[in-house]
């Protein structure tokens, strides 16, 4: 379902009960003039693909969650009053650095001390290492394995030289 209403003059705001058009792929309201906030039921909207709210009088905090994190800025230009992530503009009582007073997003806090990418790092230098160097210590210990193992790989070589001797012949 498409809904097209943008450039038509309506005043008011966009009614909570948006959430009743759960099949809608496609909302453009810009151009209008909208106020009030963004309903908390619009990021429910799970079809949702297309969305433009620009150019109306919308404030307040953008519900950033859900079906709403796959849209960016421009959907929501030209509404001065509006805040929050994926906007520029940082809404009254978000996360302020207190170091240098600018703002910081929770995924940066998250990852401040790099803690994930130590044991990331830490875990996979231990897969390569047992990788490798497991199937050495178990062809030293086992001695006959060992000779099994470079036996197989004598004749893999040997029958792989054979071949390109007998392609070359016939070329």
């Known amino acids: 379902m498409f809904l097209n209403l943008s450039r038509n003059h309506i005043n ?11 099949e809608l792929e496609s909302l453009d309201l810009s151009c209008n003039n909208l106020y009030g906030t963004i309903p908390s039921s619009m990021p429910s909207l799970a079809f949702l693909s297309y969305l ?19 849209f960016n800025d421009s959907v929501f230009a ?5 805040c929050g992530r994926p906007l520029i503009a940082q809404c009254q009582g978000d996360d302020l650095d ?14 401040d001390d790099g803690f994930i990418d130590q044991w990331f790092y830490l875990s996979i230098g231990s897969g390569f ?3 490798l160097l497991g199937p ?4 030293v210990i086992k001695k006959p394995w060992c000779v099994e193992y470079f036996n197989l790989v004598d004749k893999i070589v040997d029958k792989s030289l ?10």
């Open 12 to 22: 008011g705001s966009i009614p909570q009960d948006i959430l009743m058009l759960h």
């Open 162 to 171: 054979y071949m390109a001797e007998k392609m070359k012949k016939h070329w």
């Open 136 to 139: 050495f210590f178990v062809l």
């Open 98 to 111: 207190q170091g240098n007073g600018q703002w910081q997003s929770n995924v940066e806090h998250e990852n």
């Open 129 to 131: 290492a047992v990788g």
């Open 52 to 70: 433009d709210l620009s150019n109306n009088n919308l404030c307040g905090k953008i519900p950033f969650i859900g079906q709403m994190t796959t």
């Open 78 to 82: 030209g509404n001065p009053l509006l």
